[in-house]
């Protein structure tokens, strides 16, 4: 299995415009998480979603993130407008209730740099 | 409320010393999961260990072992034999007993090995 895949590894834009995360979770997981990681506030998880519907949200920051899970196999995370309190790592994460450890597999994450 | 602390935000070692990593933990559940991860400085979070709160065996795998106690709610990690690979910024972790629940992460503690 390839992991958990995340695009892009790194992107640079400027405050206003919008930005899109994408995942794609190893597939036959039923969970998917996106975390973001900063310097201040450590690792903090933004949503999770079980079985493509969104299971937890309160902790997406504000009404500019979004995220929604099309299919089970893709994800994406949504900043409109980007500000620049915003950059971080975001990472993505998948898990299933059937594996013997369920343990959580993370992407590579995505480095944001809004600027 | 779930929580997980590592007080130590930095160690420093030179290579060969043993280092224990603390991680204390608070959480009302009586089943509940026990992570570590491990970021190396290309950024991935590679996973290490899970524990479930029944199982409190120490468990060691070559130069890592983790010690769990339930009386303290601390579940720590040592490296005997420190070496220079093994600096990284290690991230204790919780989860509910639920399957599938989001992990809560602590602050991370970052090791640095010396040669």
């Known amino acids: 299995d390839a992991g958990v895949i995340q695009s892009p590894r790194h992107e640079v834009t400027e405050m206003g415009q919008e930005v899109t995360l994408r995942c794609k979770p190893i597939s036959g997981h039923d969970y998917l998480f996106w975390y973001r990681q900063t310097m201040m506030r450590g690792l903090e998880l933004l949503i999770y979603?079980?079985?493509?519907?969104?299971?937890?949200d309160s902790g997406m920051p504000e009404d500019r993130f979004s995220a929604k899970m099309p299919n089970a196999s893709f994800s994406t995370l949504k900043i409109q407008p980007s500000e620049p309190r915003d950059s971080a790592v975001y990472f993505c994460?998948?898990?299933?209730?059937?594996?013997?450890?369920?343990?959580?597999?993370f992407g590579s994450g995505t480095r944001l740099t809004v600027v | 409320a779930q929580k997980v602390t590592q007080a130590q935000t930095e160690i420093s070692v030179v290579e060969k010393e043993d280092v224990t990593l603390d991680c204390v933990y608070e959480t009302r559940d009586t089943t509940y999961y026990l992570f570590w991860y491990k970021q190396p400085p290309s950024g991935e979070l590679v996973f290490l260990i899970r524990?479930?709160?029944?199982?409190?065996q120490n468990e060691i795998r070559g130069r890592y072992s983790w010690n769990f106690q339930k009386s303290t709610s601390s579940f720590n990690f040592t490296i005997t034999a420190s070496q220079v690979v093994d600096s990284a910024v290690y991230f204790c972790a919780l989860s509910r007993g639920q399957a599938g629940t989001a992990l809560i992460f602590g602050k991370g503690t970052t090791l640095s090995v010396s040669s």
């Open positions: 524990r479930n709160s029944f199982d409190e």
């Open positions: 979603f079980n079985n493509n519907v969104p299971i937890d």
């Open positions: 994460a998948s898990s299933s209730t059937l594996s013997p450890n369920y343990g959580y597999t």
